[in-house]
């Protein structure tokens, strides 16, 4: 549900910018930092939308890279913990049990 909704919203706001970018077709003036030039506003909206949907999509995966880096780390430190669980014969419920009550008591 939660990816069809996205998809909605997306596609309402493709055309809402479609839409404003079709009724703005002037030619206007774009002063860049050395340069000016002149292009169609349609044009200016469109790149402008993106270049924002690239930058958003770019600094998104970023995270999602180093999120997946975390777990991949997070997921080997708890391997090593386990094998160290096995090789000292603890059972694993007794220390999460143990983990619990430590955790229950410093919330009191």
Do not use: C
């Not at 995966?61 to 603890?90: G, H, P, S």
């Amino acid at each position: 549900m939660k990816g069809q909704t996205y998809v909605i919203f997306a596609i309402i706001f493709v055309i809402i910018v479609a839409v404003f970018a079709v009724t703005n077709v002037e030619t206007v003036e774009v002063n860049y930092l050395f340069w000016s030039a002149e292009s169609p506003l349609i044009l200016v909206i469109l790149f402008s939308v993106l270049m924002g949907g690239l930058i958003t999509a770019t600094v998104g995966l970023i995270k999602m890279y180093r999120m997946q880096r975390e777990m991949k780390r997070l997921e080997a430190e708890n391997f090593n913990l386990m094998n160290k669980l096995e090789e000292e014969d603890i059972p694993y419920h007794q220390v999460e049990n143990e983990t619990v009550s430590m955790i229950e008591e410093e919330k009191q």
